[in-house]
């Protein structure tokens, strides 16, 4: 087995199949990728390229039909359910774009739920410290629907950092927010990795959102198809183009 040194997720010829005979259809095809600790990694590729069936993958949310994923040392392929509902409420965060907040609890409670789920008290003064980064400290009272889109996702990231997690992973987190506050959301995860040292792996389909990470991974159809460090976004849509010739 690889050593996992300075990286926090690593798949190895990772292949996801759905469906069978006629039906089926290879959403990953012999994916090695390795994401670096402390940095911010952004996937990128056209709908049906396999980007969002690899963060799930990678989080732990799904089960690879072959290859391995190392969670720090963590085997996710040989964990069982209760192992991998541990390290999901534990070792891993996530921002999603309908935010996936609970009505009837308050921001504070939604912030808590799943350190509490998993029975970690939250140190207090991380909490605090996230609750000022994130402008929250007038909302906690405030329930999801009292509150708007951009705090919301607030929220949600404050959520995902409350148990410094390896990895928190973002599935298109500015997709329902207009620009400048999705533009906002991106400078907080961008933050999260410069000042608090967070691995961050966003899904994104947005050159602009993929030009805030420290490199972007190209996936299509089911394989890598390059990357892009430092990207910005003409450079990002050059690439995306690029994708309809063979794969790299």
């Known amino acids: 087995m690889r050593e996992n040194a300075g990286y926090a997720v690593r798949t190895s010829e990772l ?6 005979g006629a039906a089926e259809v290879r959403a990953l095809d012999g994916v090695s990728l390795d994401v670096p600790a402390g940095r911010f990694t952004a996937i990128m590729g056209a709908s049906g390229s396999g980007k969002s069936t690899l963060m799930h993958l990678m989080a732990g949310l799904d089960t690879a039909t072959s290859g391995s994923v190392l969670l720090g040392g963590t085997e996710l392929s040989t964990c069982g359910d209760a192992e991998l509902t541990a390290v999901r409420r534990t070792r891993v965060g996530f921002v999603f774009q309908a935010f996936n907040l609970l009505p009837q609890l308050t921001a504070e409670q939604n912030m808590e739920l799943p350190a509490r ?12 410290h996230l609750v000022d980064l994130l402008g929250l400290r007038a909302r906690l009272a405030h329930r999801p629907t009292e509150l708007s889109g951009g705090q919301q996702q607030r ?17 298109e987190p500015t997709g329902n927010l207009d620009t400048v506050t999705g533009h906002e959301v991106l400078e907080l995860l961008r933050y ?16 602009v959102a993929a030009s805030f990470s420290d490199e972007a991974v190209l996936l299509r159809d089911g394989r890598l198809a390059g990357s892009l460090p430092s990207p910005r976004p003409e450079e990002v849509l050059a690439a995306l183009a690029g994708l309809s010739g063979s794969v790299a």
């Open 155 to 171: 929220v949600a990231l404050a959520r995902a950092l409350l148990t410094r997690p390896d990895v928190v992973f973002a599935d």
């Open 15 to 20: 292949v996801k199949v759905y469906g069978r």
């Open 192 to 207: 999260s990795v410069r000042e608090l040292g967070q691995t961050v792996v966003m899904v994104t389909h947005d050159p």
């Open 117 to 128: 789920l998993a029975g970690v008290r939250p140190d207090p003064a991380w909490r605090d």
